[in-house]
Nanobody
């Protein structure tokens, strides 16, 4: 199983970016999917998660600005980021809880990270 993230880049404050993350390989089912981020010199923190049924959870710092969604048919999770702020600058990592085969254990898989830089 492999997760690959796309969509990072450089944007001015107030701008928008959309991140995508695709899971591929032997996948029977995907439970939760989400995004974490790690700013320079800081610990990795949860940004948002989305469950199979569509329930979502957001960090207080991004509520009202970021929106997570998923396409189960494409094994893809998206992160729409609006009104970006310099403090959103970080490497963004996607993750997914994946069951590779029926009755197999569920493991966390991580993408390679994509850099988001917001200039003031």
């Amino acid at each position: 199983v492999q997760l690959q993230a796309f969509g990072g880049g450089l944007v001015q404050a107030g701008g928008s970016l959309r991140l995508s993350c695709v899971a591929s390989g032997n996948i029977f089912s995907i439970n939760s999917m989400g995004w974490y981020r790690q700013a320079p010199g800081k610990q990795r923190e949860l940004v948002t998660i989305i469950l199979t049924g569509g329930s979502t959870k957001y960090a207080d710092s991004v509520k009202g600005r970021f929106t997570i969604s998923r396409d189960n048919a494409k094994n893809t999770v998206y992160l729409q980021m609006n009104n970006l702020k310099p403090e959103d600058t970080a490497v963004y990592y996607c993750y997914a809880d994946i069951e590779a085969a029926r009755w197999s254990p569920v493991y966390d898989y991580w993408g390679q990270g994509t850099m988001v830089t917001v200039s003031s």
